[in-house]
């Protein structure tokens, strides 16, 4: 009970709130630790709030302007020319300069890695309202930093920025009472126009305190689990929305030869080393079973890391839920069930392995228990296996574990696949490395342009030959894309939506200024 | 466990007559039957099926079916038998440990006083964060659950035992068969292990469900009992999210089934105690 009081302290205020323009309240989680410093990382997925970013995305993941008018990328791929609007300004009134956006990326680079600038060298002002940010290699996905980096102000920015910031942002800081609430209002001096809400609340705090605030009517648009979705209460409606929020079977690529990483956990695996285990994989799932099973049908089929992005390549995919054509895979590689025991077995090894899933997460386990069930079929003994996620950082070089992925970030695609990301945190945890899709990969990071590169991202997955998608070396075997559930009051448009990336909850704020009442009051 | 007490007591506070024995076989026999019938039991069904989620109980699935699709009462009996395995595990290993304290700490005053300070040492850690420990260190998954229950529930049965020793050790009926030079075994058969069999009985079964419920929790937190196999704990914080959606079933079978196994055991229990006491007055 005690997690319910806070919100229902918050649910009286609202309700003793005088009547006028009505507050939009939303509980969606999303508060961040250390405060909304862009530098620190705060912003990277749904609406920064406070600040602005140089460009942003649009429903459909185009890039548009934000601050900037125009952009150009010099011919070489490491000079960004960046032209600034000249009517930004910051929420305590004093005009955006270039030097403010040199002084961000410059600090965000000296910050330490907490946010992705690898390649960028530095920024410089070169133009009353021009700015150029110099990379060090050519690196095409150091665009998707322009369009989640906030600009913060040079002169403004300081130990106690995080906790109350000023931004050139739809909105402005009212009160944040940490783990309880954040209140903010429209910035008057935001050069995006008007925002349609006196005041906007988040509501932290646990799920069930957004359930409760959303039966009580104090919320209009709230998280909710995917199990709870389909009973809105009354004046809600529920809203699933499209993600790239994806759930695979992330397959150790190696043999097993006794290496360990520096912290001694063991790498490789000598049955999912072998392609033919991996490609039966691919082709035994019967993906929309899963879909049914562990989101209870609100989600959709998952057959790469990036479903429906611009650089995903549908032709890397090998169709699924085909046990006779991985049978035949399995048999022509040798593995066969030669004891009788249910289990094939190729050089006296049984075709066996765990999957190992985190022991808190439902939908993971569902998702291991249908995987392995279904892998049961074509002779496979794959073993459900719930652990913490501290002993999965020791075992996912070595067993197969059920991950997840999706950003709206094709350097994502690169960090789990090149082989110089094997074993760095959780990129690329089956130690894969193709020098194919190697190349393809930093080819793509020094396409000339964004659309350029979209052909080489897609071709890493699957060129023709190879690839890390099912028809090549099938590194993993991608279950489900999830869907994010909210309830959203009756009144309250949200208008387009983009769909959405690993994360459910704050994302959804992406075009929060654009949103609509449509009731009258 | 006074829930307990007073259920298996009925509410005129006074048992019925029927034979002790007929308990303790009961006991034993409901044992015996779960984990025969897990035995015995074809794997499929604890199957997940897509198809059949959420059943209320009916005539494909007597008992229901969970928000997987899994039949209740098949997962319901698998879980009772892996309860009960390692409840009796962990009950015979606690009870075992406290019983060898207990006896030592009557042997001596320094092998008392070492006794006495470990007991305290470990009566002092919060229990469930001692239970996190040694369940993390044994190597998580059901090992360690059964190291973690075995070896942090014998305090307090070490403790009273102690005393009890300790209380007989210095009573005049020792010292008068001591000078009437009856030998130490003959003392620790005679005035001993009357006197500290009821509480050992009485300790064993007050073990028994503490075990299954701190297996329970342990299985919550992702260290004990993967949560995908079958145990009475994992259903039960399982059951806490479909209750919201209305799905009684999913608590009901394993939280009836838990009770009546505690039940039976506490019964059982009540007449091993009634059946060892040290008969009480002149014969």
Partial sequence: MSKLTPALLVAVALFAAPAGARPLVLAVGGEPESGFDPVTGWGSYGNPLFQSTLLRRDADLALEGDLATDWTLSEDGTLWTITLRDDARFSDGTPLTPEDVVFTYNTARDAGGLVDLTGFDAARVSGPHEVELKLAEPRISFTSRLATLGIVPADGYGPGYAREPIGSGPFRMVEWREGAQLVVEPNPYWHGGDVPFERVSFVFGSEQAGLSLARTGAADLVAVPASQADTPPDGME???????????????????????????????????????????????????????????????????PADGLP?????????????????????????????????????????????????????RQALALGAAQQLREIGIAATPTGRSWDEIRAMMHSEVVVLGWGAHDPSEVYNIHHGDYAGIGYFNPGFYDNPTVNAHLEAAERAPDFEASLAEWQAAEWDGETGFGARGDAAWAWMVNLEHAYWVSECLDTGARQIHPHGHGFPITHDLPDWRWTCAE | MTALEILSRGPGGTRGGRHPLWRGAGAAGLVLLILAAAALMPEPWLDVNAQAVGRAPGPAHALGTDSLGRDVAARTLAALAMSVKIGLLAATASTAIALILGLAAALGRVADHVVGVLTELVLGLPHFVLLIMVAFATGAGATGVIFAVALTHWPRLARVLRHEAQTVAASDYVATSRALGRSRPWIARHHLAPHLLPQVVAGFVLIFPHAILHEAGLSFIGLGIE?????????????????????????????????????????????????????????
């Fill in chain 1, 238 to 304: 529920t809203l699933h929305v499209e993600t790239v929020d994806n759930r695979g079977l992330m397959f150790p690529m190696v043999p097993d030869t006794g290496a360990t990483t520096e912290g001694g956990a063991p790498i490789g695996n000598d049955v999912t080393a072998d392609r033919a285990i991996r490609v039966a994989v691919n082709r035994a799932l019967d993906r929309e079973a899963l879909v049914t099973l562990a989101l209870n049908g609100h989600g959709r089929p998952a057959t790469g």
């Fill in chain 2, 227 to 283: 949560p995908h196999l079958p145990s009475i704990g994992v259903m039960l914080s399982d059951s806490l999210r479909e209750i919201v959606a209305g799905h009684w079933w999913v608590a009901a079978a394993p939280g009836a089934g838990l009770v009546i196994v505690a039940l039976s055991f506490e019964r059982f229990g009540e007449v091993l105690r009634a059946a060892t006491a040290p008969p009480e007055g002149t014969p």
């Fill in chain 1, 311 to 363: 650089w995903d390549n549908p032709e890397g995919a090998l169709p699924g839920n085909d046990p006779e054509a991985a049978r035949e895979t399995l048999d022509a590689a040798g593995w066969s069930d030669t004891n009788g025991d249910g289990t094939r077995e190729k050089d006296g090894r049984d075709a066996a392995f765990a999957i190992v899933y985190p022991a808190g997460d439902g939908t």
